[in-house]
């Protein structure tokens, strides 16, 4: 584990590019070496498990636009298959908030008998959502699209298209085009919202939405966990408007949300090359101050969390990790458990058996626990804190759950 702090990214080879706003000083703060390029890969053997590819992450913070990258991310390591398990869809908190941002952007922009393009659709539950809700008529755009039977009700109204979106489909109508946590794994974003403003064509009238995680509470809240391979760009307030005016749209809305988790832009053409324009939010010298006391706290946090658990192993206590999730999968590896810690609990019954990507623990169901008898559950997610509590007592486990 190496943190580099405030110095510019060498060697020579790496390209500090921004690629927001293609400015070239960008500087290196946080350095993790051979961590999972797929964390949310699931393996069939623990040998399989530790031989996963590897890749490294150098992020960089660009003082001009606020952008956050990681400079030696390789897009030819990047492989998607069905495999692919996201979590946040089987948390309730997230569906609620996915509902009320649905009837939301309905009201707004009056999206009632519309059409609805969603990039990077997945399984199309918020493009179902979003049809139900107001009647529209949808299609979603993703090139990994697997049907989902349970949303075989709606076939009428969605319709799915295995492929990226393009100006080859700007015949097809759109009042509303939405893409959800998709621009944090594209290493090239301004040829991507260049051809979705080709895609829009001249309809003036159509709103674009994007939701990404915003970097400030990475930052803020230090959830370090949650910096993973798959994300080579991490967007703040700036760099996100900066992207979209530097492409032709006006920014009508960009709000932080989720608790401050997640940023969500609306935008639409604007009638006039615009200048680029402060949209609020953080200043860029507060950010500036900010990633600074990130690196230094990172580090920190790191090594807390090495002596902590160096201190367990030594006591011969038992530990598990709830949350097989990407934070989970982070934290297994970045803290090189795979002598510490044997075990991870998940309510997934689909991860049930499988083994964590890079740190090669066994996934397994929360009742294993009652043969198991751990010391230690340490809980990746806060806010399923009472939860897990609760069901350590009813397992008659007497053990110290804590958080991370
Ligand atoms: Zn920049």
């Not at 060498?10 to 921004?18: E, G």
């Not at 053409?269 to 609020?280: E, I, K, N, R, Y």
Request: proline residues 5%.
């Amino acid at each position: 584990m190496q943190v580099t702090l405030g110095q510019s990214a060498q060697p020579a080879t790496l390209d500090a590019t921004c690629p927001v706003c293609h400015a070239r000083d960008s500087t290196a703060f946080i350095d993790i070496r051979q961590v999972p390029v797929h964390c949310n890969l699931l393996w069939a053997t623990r040998a399989e498990a530790f031989h996963v590819p590897r890749g490294d992450i150098l992020l960089g913070f660009c003082p001009h636009c606020g952008h956050v990258f990681n400079l030696m991310f390789d897009p030819a390591l990047m492989e998607y298959t069905q495999q692919y398990e996201n979590s946040l869809h089987f948390s309730p908190h997230f569906q609620r908030y996915a509902e009320t941002l649905a009837a939301r952007l309905i009201a707004d922009y009056d999206l009632r008998q519309k059409d609805i393009v969603e990039i990077g659709s997945g399984k199309g539950e918020f493009l179902a959502l979003l049809c139900r809700m107001g009647a529209n008529r949808g299609m979603g755009f993703d090139p990994s699209y697997v049907p989902d039977p349970a949303l075989e009700g709606y076939d009428q109204q969605v319709t799915f298209v295995q492929d990226f979106y393009s100006e080859r489909y700007a015949d097809y109508p759109a009042d509303l085009i939405c893409c959800r946590h998709v621009l944090e794994h594209i290493p090239t974003p301004r040829d991507f919202i260049a051809n979705v403003r080709r895609a829009v064509g001249s309809r003036r009238h159509t709103v674009v939405f994007f939701e990404v995680p915003n970097v400030l509470f990475m930052l803020r809240d230090l959830s370090i966990w949650d910096i993973i391979y798959e994300h080579c760009a991490y967007y703040s307030s700036n760099s996100l408007a900066y992207l979209f005016q530097a492409c032709g749209f006006e920014v009508l809305q960009l709000q932080a949300t989720f608790g401050g988790q997640f940023l969500a832009l609306e935008a639409r053409l604007a009638d006039q090359p615009l200048s680029m324009t402060h949209v609020g939010g953080e200043s860029l010298e507060q950010l500036h101050r900010d990633v600074a006391a990130f690196a230094a706290n990172y580090r920190e946090k790191v090594e807390t969390w090495s002596h902590r658990l160096a201190e367990y192993a030594r006591a011969g206590q038992r530990v598990v990790v709830w949350g097989a999730g990407s934070k989970g999968v982070t934290f297994l590896n970045v803290l090189q458990t795979r002598d510490q810690i044997e075990y991870v609990v998940d309510l997934n019954p689909r991860k049930h058996g499988k083994y964590v990507a890079g740190s090669g623990q066994q996934i397994v169901a929360p009742a294993f626990l009652r043969d198991y008898q751990p010391d230690v559950v340490i809980v990746m997610n806060p806010l399923y804190m009472n939860e897990i509590q609760q069901m350590t007592y009813d397992l008659g486990l007497r053990t110290e759950v804590i958080g991370v």
